[in-house]
Nanobody
């Protein structure tokens, strides 16, 4: 059973940066699509950035292009999301998700099979 644990959320001022971590375990396939998603109060969950771990290809949604970077550390089974130039509208619960269907990385939509519990990110002065 895939387990995902997010960390690194918190309160940050507008214009600041944050790095979220997703520690993964229980993988039964060699490669996974792993993504970061977020859900703001009253809004639907949306994709932020995704990565195909078989070749490292990354995909970003328009809302974070140029401000977000998804990366992986295979030795630690951890995926990161670096967010810069944060805006109040980035405030949300951020979730890490994984799925053995690698094509889902390109889609980067919240249809992944396994989810973490989420970490709160609040951007406010």
């Amino acid at each position: 059973q895939v387990q995902l644990v997010e960390s690194g959320g918190g309160l940050v001022q507008p214009g600041g940066s944050l790095r979220l971590s997703c520690a993964a375990s229980g993988f039964t396939s060699d490669y996974y699509a792993i993504g970061w998603f977020r859900q703001a109060p009253g809004k639907e969950r949306e994709g932020v950035a995704c990565i195909n771990t078989s070749d490292g290809t990354t995909y970003y949604k328009d809302s974070v292009k140029g401000r977000g970077t998804i990366s992986r550390d295979n030795t630690k089974n951890t995926v990161y999301l670096q967010m810069d130039s944060l805006k109040p509208e980035d405030t949300a619960v951020y979730y890490c998700a994984a799925d053995a269907r690698l094509l889902l990385a390109r889609l980067c939509a919240p249809v992944f099979a396994s989810w973490g519990q989420g970490t709160q990110v609040t951007v406010s002065s």
